[in-house]
């Protein structure tokens, strides 16, 4: 998207990859990049997350756009927050 450059990979979504990311004024934030021809149950969660701009709370990741990239990548920028990865104590 632009004005945002990619930092660092944070890690995998079922929904795509998870990047580090930082707008021109500094402010960081996480990119969500699906990959082009993703599955319509990805389409379908990403399309939720769009429409979850409107949702503001304190317990709530904030998302502050989304769209769509010229290549038909869909992407999601949220709230970066910090702490541990929940990773480790997700259920296989």
Not at 13 to 41: F, I, K, N, W
Not at 48 to 58: D, F, K, P, T
């Amino acid at each position: 998207p632009e004005g945002l450059r990619i930092l660092d990979p944070m890690g995998s979504t079922p929904e795509g990859t998870l990047y580090h990311a930082q707008y021109l004024d500094g402010r960081e934030v996480a990119l969500l990049l699906a990959a082009p021809g993703s599955s319509e149950v990805n389409a379908s969660r990403l399309e939720r997350l769009e429409r979850a701009i409107q949702i503001q709370h304190v317990n709530v990741a904030r998302i502050y756009a989304a769209g769509e990239l010229e290549n038909g990548s869909r992407y999601v920028v949220l709230e970066k927050l910090g702490g541990e990865p929940l990773s480790p104590f997700r259920k296989h």
